[in-house]
């Protein structure tokens, strides 16, 4: 799926334009003058359309034209769970990240796909990380209280219609 962005002009008197590449980008912008003849040089940037992992990954970056050149080459370059990591720091954590410098596999994140807080607290146990319990046994145990509890170290989240659970390191 093609992406697309709209420029937004700060300037009441001139009209935005729609763009897919950095080429597009830079002709329509040295081309957008206002109804002076002025060239417009500021604009807000807008995710219209594309994947939407990827209009959250604008969204928390937040994309502006030093940074829009970066993020067309990224989109194509990076995994979903990369773009995933950097939601998550930057959106959800309030980490800084600089797209043009930093590497998403720098973060430190576990994260489970499709599952809330009870169906990790239910994983874990199945997994044994609560050491071996016996299955007569297992008909007693409280996952919403195992839940809860992982929720001190555990977030949940939805980002691009997934449900995620992390924990940041």
């Excluded at 959800?92 to 430190?108: L, N, Q, R, V």
Aim: overall charge negative.
């Amino acid at each position: 799926m093609e992406t697309l962005f709209y420029a937004q002009p700060y300037n009441f008197d001139a009209v935005g334009f729609q763009f897919q590449t950095m080429e597009q980008y830079e002709d329509r912008q040295s081309q957008c003058r206002d109804s002076f003849g002025q060239v417009v040089e500021e604009f807000e940037l807008q995710f219209i359309d594309g994947e939407a992992i990827d209009a959250a990954l604008f969204e928390a970056l937040s994309i502006g034209q030093c940074s829009i050149n970066a993020f067309i080459d990224l989109i194509d370059d990076w995994t979903d769970d990369a773009k995933l990591a950097v939601i998550i720091a930057v959106g959800e954590c309030g980490y800084s990240f600089d797209i043009a410098k930093d590497d998403p596999s720098d973060f430190d994140l576990d994260v489970y796909h499709d599952q809330n807080l009870k169906e990790l607290a239910e994983q874990f146990v199945d997994e044994g990380l609560f050491g071996d319990i016996p299955e007569r046994l297992s008909f007693y145990l409280d996952y919403d209280a195992i839940a809860r509890d992982l929720a001190h170290d555990y977030t949940e989240t939805s980002i691009a219609g997934q449900q995620l659970v992390y924990r940041m390191a």
